[in-house]
C-alpha cells in the first residue's frame, strides 16, 4: 500500500513540475513574453504575440529575435498609440 502511494505521490509531483516553467510556445504576461525559436514557431511568432497583447487590450512588438534552437523571440505588449 505505502509503494502504490508513494508511486501515486511521485507521479503528481512530476505532472506538477512540468507545467511550471517555460513550456512549449509562449509564455508571457501583460507586459510581453517569449517565444522559443523554431522555424515553425518564427513563421507564427507575430500572430501568436498579437493574439497574447489583445487579451489585455494592447498590440505586440517584436523586439528581438535569436535565430537559433534554445533561443526565444521576445515582444512587447504596448497600448496602441491613438492620434
Known sequence: MFRETA????????????????????????????????????????????????RYGKIARISSVYARYGQYISFECMFPRHR
Open 7 to 54: 508511486t501515486f505521490a511521485a507521479l503528481v509531483a512530476v505532472l506538477a513540475l512540468a507545467a511550471c516553467g517555460i513550456g512549449p510556445g509562449l509564455t508571457g504576461n501583460d507586459t510581453g513574453g517569449i517565444i522559443n525559436w523554431t522555424p515553425d514557431h518564427q513563421r507564427v511568432a507575430r500572430a501568436w504575440a498579437s493574439e497574447h497583447c489583445a
